[in-house]
């Protein structure tokens, strides 16, 4: 208890201090947000064919597991993943429900797996968005995304979660070369439907652990 108690003494001590950094830099990163967004037109991206693959991945992987809850995951996150690319917008709505989907999803043997699995997963987007903040002072991935990267990692296992973010951003970085402003979060839901898809087929058979 004691013990306990000198840790909330440290944290509080530190908050205090810190807090008002975090806030001006929050606070500035959302009023820049709010400029661009003032700034964009309102042509909103229509694309099809790309619509119909991403809906149809949720029933691939239906058909490879006959799990409607991981289904009805992939669907979501394909919403999300399309609403991206099409306007640069994700419902507050999704995020609550993909995150609430992947807690009730965890068996409670895999708690611990699946938190080690989400901190991989956001690591890598994470080091590099603080190296283009610190070196090139530059935003180079959406905060909103955030919100959701934890939601995907949980649903993958711990030694595919790091390699999963990085091939997300290498795909990424890539289509840039081609297009304009590519939504990671979109890429992010191909590279996760992927590998369900491998995992599921049983391509993934090996394990760090």
Not at 77 to 95: C, E, K
Not at 121 to 132: D, E, N, R, T
Request: neutral net charge.
């Amino acid at each position: 208890m004691i013990l306990y108690m000198a840790l909330m003494c440290v944290f509080s001590y530190i908050l205090s201090r810190i807090f008002p950094g975090i806030y001006l830099r929050v606070k500035k990163n959302t009023l820049q947000q709010y400029k661009e967004l003032k700034e964009e037109d309102d042509n909103v991206g229509i694309f099809p064919l790309i619509s119909v693959l991403m809906f149809l991945l949720p029933v691939v992987i239906y058909s490879l597991s006959n799990d409607r809850l991981l289904s009805v995951y992939c669907f979501l996150l394909a919403v999300v993943g399309y609403s991206d690319l099409s306007s640069r917008w994700i419902p507050d709505i999704f995020i609550y429900l993909l995150l609430g989907l992947s807690v009730y999803s965890l068996p409670t043997e895999e708690v611990s797996s699946s938190l080690y699995a989400a901190v991989f997963f956001v690591a890598p987007a994470l080091l590099l968005s603080a190296y283009g903040y610190i070196i090139k002072r530059e935003q180079w991935i959406a905060s909103g995304d955030y919100y959701l990267f934890p939601s995907v990692g949980m649903m993958v296992l711990p030694e595919y979660a790091a390699g999963m973010m990085l091939l997300a951003l290498w795909f990424t970085l890539l289509l840039t070369r081609w297009f304009q402003k590519v939504p990671l979060v979109t890429v992010v839901y191909f590279t996760f439907s992927g590998y369900q898809i491998c995992h599921l087929s049983g391509w993934l058979s090996f394990s760090f652990f």
